[in-house]
């Protein structure tokens, strides 16, 4: 799967756990999940759960702790699927 | 964890605990009941000429014994001897946090009513417990239900 497909998928539910005060226009490959995009870490646990089911990959604490930007999880997602 | 040692370890105090026996405790769910005393603090202005309990008290309610409840038998699974501790912590310790909660309410609950809590865990993933939870009054009426999730803070992980 390529970046960019891998990205296509991972936008939509990113969008989903995006806080109301925070335009969707501003996620970027770079975005910092938590600290820019202001998702919490509750909802990062959903995020995580949700991308679980949309790649039929299962993550592991290990790979969360790396987990900060949009790029790590498009990372994490290509070292799962390959 | 038994059901007696798990209630002792709520973190919880008079006038805002809110079970009186946690009957049944697994990692697929929990359950416990509480009555509402009449003299329960929020009945003077909830409301001060209709008594009947709040909302976000019913909720408490069911995310005390359904939720940081099982979150405590859950956590002691992998991590025997972890406490809820805000103050003193042992390195083991946690903090517990309310993550989200859907409540739909069917029916009130008046002052002195008895009322069980049950809730089935719907994941335990990453530190964060969701479960759906249900109220029954003692006729068996369902006064409200929904989801409730909560994380757990590790105190290594606190700053």
Known sequence: MTTEVIYAK???IIKRYLPE???TNTIQPDSDLTDELNINSAHLVDVVLDVEDEFEIELENSDIEQLRTM???IAIIQKKIS | MKPEQIQNELPYAKPFLFVD???HVDENGARGHYTFPESSFFYEGHFPEYKITPGVILTECMAQIGVVALGIYIYNLEFPGA???MVDAADIDVSIALAETHIDFKKPVF?????TVISTKEYYRFNKLKCKVEM???????ACRGFISGVIIP???RG
């Open chain 2, 136 to 142: 029954r009054k003692e006729n068996g009426d369902l």
């Open chain 2, 21 to 23: 026996k946690l009957e």
């Open chain 2, 155 to 157: 105190q290594s992980r």
């Open chain 1, 71 to 73: 790029n790590d999880a």
């Open chain 1, 10 to 12: 991972l936008l939509p």
């Open chain 1, 21 to 23: 005060d925070v335009d």
């Open chain 2, 83 to 85: 406490r809820i501790r």
């Open chain 2, 111 to 115: 002052p002195n009513e008895k009322v």
